[in-house]
DNA sequence: GATACGTGGCG
DNA sequence: TCGCCAAGTAT
């Protein structure tokens, strides 16, 4: 296989399908001399860490026209921040999004590096955004690695050995056919090739642009790669959480910065997450069955208990509460405990 | 290197 | 119903 042809291929792919997305810049547009914005590039690669582009959307919507520039959102307190997060997952994120915003504006003058090393060094930047951003604004020839680039390359390559094993093998891999010119509109090429035609189940070999190229198609295993060692079996964890409202308000805490849900709002709760304080105060409370919900390493039955009187509490405080600003955990509980509040 | 860290959709 | 999977990073 010549190296140049894959790239050749997927970009001209890309030129005649290329998916609109609103932190997008078209081809098209970019011949006309329009330049992706670093800042919306930039958000935008960090909600798609592990999170679909469907998922992302309409939260890219709401934090770009909330915040339009990095110094708006820089300038954003904390609490803001973690409620427009809410229901997205992985809450680190939203936390190491506004550390960047605050070091790119008090270190950087409000500019983003233009290079991938400079990238790299912001919090919340590894090693596939610090590329994916500096070859898409900067066209810098980086090598973008993600979950689709590595399955890609695996299947290109029939690359048969496991992951996380293969990762190094496919990075090395991902070099050889990474171009230098258009490298942005190349990196998201091979990605939208794997979201969309080279998927995880049932490829559509047929349709595909690297047909003819690709060892994997050739060999009829392509639906098999990439190989992945068997994952450990989630154990069950058994919960309270504890939910008590006072007029129009609700008993809430924030919860610690690190671990679970960290930084979000939550009803007190216990025994899931390491902790075990008991109620937040004495009272008759009433059961009202459980909600269930899976988290990245165990699955979790929540006992969701409701006061029927409220007293002082010994954790958290009485405040307004937009259910939309609650982690999707504790907004189930929230259902389950106030079904009327709950639309549709 | 292994583990922690969410959520929703799909087959 | 349930396991797998998604444009990963931090520690």
């Known amino acids: 296989m010549r190296d140049a042809e894959v790239s050749q291929r997927l970009l001209e792919w890309y030129d005649a399908a290329a998916r609109v997305m609103p932190w997008r810049?078209?081809?098209?547009?970019?011949?006309?001399?329009?330049?992706?914005?670093?800042?919306?590039?930039?958000?935008?690669?960090?909600?798609?860490?592990?999170?679909?582009?469907?998922?992302?959307?309409?939260?890219?919507?709401r934090f770009t026209s909330r915040w339009p520039t990095v110094a708006d959102l820089a300038a954003a307190p904390d609490a803001e921040v973690m409620a427009e997060w809410a229901g997205l997952g992985y809450y680190a994120?939203?936390?190491?999004?506004?550390?960047?915003?605050?070091?790119?504006?008090?270190?950087?003058g409000g500019v983003f590096?233009?290079?991938?090393?400079?990238?790299?060094?912001?919090?919340?930047?590894?090693?596939?955004t610090a590329a994916a951003v500096a070859a898409i604004c900067h066209d810098e020839p980086a090598v973008v690695v993600d979950g689709n680039v590595e399955r890609v390359m695996a299947r290109l390559f029939a690359l048969e050995t496991p992951l996380p094993t293969a990762k190094p093998?496919?990075?090395?891999?991902?070099?050889?056919v990474t171009p230098d010119q258009r490298p942005g509109d190349y990196a998201q090429a091979v990605m939208d090739l794997g979201a969309?035609?080279?998927?995880?189940?049932?490829?559509?070999?047929?349709?595909?642009?690297?047909?003819?190229?690709?060892?994997?198609?050739?060999?009829?295993i392509a639906a098999e790669l990439p190989r992945k060692l068997?994952?450990?079996?989630?154990?069950?964890?058994?919960?309270?959480a504890w939910v008590a409202r006072r007029g129009d308000q609700v008993l809430l805490e924030r919860r610690a910065e690190r671990g679970l849900l960290g930084g979000m709002l939550a009803f007190p709760s216990d025994g899931w997450d390491g902790t075990t304080h008991g109620a937040p105060f004495e009272s008759d409370w009433r059961n009202l069955g459980a909600v269930k919900h899976t988290f990245t390493h165990f699955h979790l039955v929540l006992q969701v208990m409701l006061a029927s009187t409220t007293a002082n509490p010994q954790r958290g405080e009485y405040m307004p509460l937009n259910p939309d600003d609650l982690p999707t955990l504790?907004?189930?509980?929230y259902d389950l405990a106030f079904p009327d509040k709950t639309p549709r």
């Open 330 to 333: 504790m907004r189930k509980a």
């Open 93 to 108: 994120r939203a936390r190491n999004l506004l550390a960047c915003a605050r070091a790119v504006v008090r270190h950087h």
């Open 25 to 61: 810049v078209p081809p098209a547009a970019k011949a006309a001399g329009m330049r992706p914005d670093p800042y919306r590039v930039w958000m935008s690669e960090v909600m798609l860490q592990q999170t679909t582009v469907a998922a992302v959307t309409a939260y890219f919507q």
């Open 230 to 240: 068997a994952k450990p079996e989630k154990p069950v964890r058994q919960g309270v």
């Open 113 to 128: 590096p233009d290079t991938a090393a400079g990238m790299r060094a912001l919090p919340g930047v590894g090693p596939y």
């Open 196 to 220: 969309t035609i080279c998927t995880p189940r049932k490829p559509a070999c047929g349709i595909c642009p690297l047909l003819g190229l690709c060892a994997a198609q050739r060999l009829g």
């Open 169 to 176: 093998e496919l990075v090395r891999l991902a070099a050889t």
